[in-house]
């Protein structure tokens, strides 16, 4: 049985951090490609950044520079490092897991308000 469990979310200021962790199981972890999307009321989930099996990063426009994703195998666990946030921010962060198919957890809200 598949499991994607996120945890990290929460509230937090313009300007401040966040660090996302999602812990995997029930998957061949070192070869899935990882990633995070998310999803704002209203509107479509996005791609944030996706991790490949050999380190690779992919960025969505809208947070290179500000957003790191990363990776260890050990403990199948894939992180995403939240910095100088943004209101518009604000979603349902989605860890996603891609080797053949997808999987998906359950999310976690980041709010991003003073």
């Known amino acids: 049985q598949v499991q994607l469990v996120e945890s990290g979310g929460g509230l937090v200021q313009p300007g401040g951090s966040l660090r996302l962790s999602c812990a995997a199981s029930?998957?061949?972890?070192?070869?899935?490609?990882m990633g995070w999307y998310r999803q704002a009321p209203g509107k479509e989930r996005e791609l944030v950044a996706l991790?490949?099996?050999?380190?690779?990063?992919i960025y969505a426009d809208s947070v290179k520079g500000r957003f790191t994703i990363s990776r260890d195998n050990a403990k199948n666990t894939v992180y995403l490092q939240m910095n100088s946030l943004k209101p518009e921010d604000t979603a349902v962060y989605y860890c996603?897991?891609?080797?053949?198919?997808?999987?998906w957890g359950q999310g976690t809200q980041v709010t991003v308000s003073s």
């Open positions: 996603t897991s891609q080797y053949g198919r997808a999987y």
């Open positions: 029930g998957i061949d972890f070192s070869i899935n490609t």
């Open positions: 991790i490949t099996s050999s380190s690779t990063k």
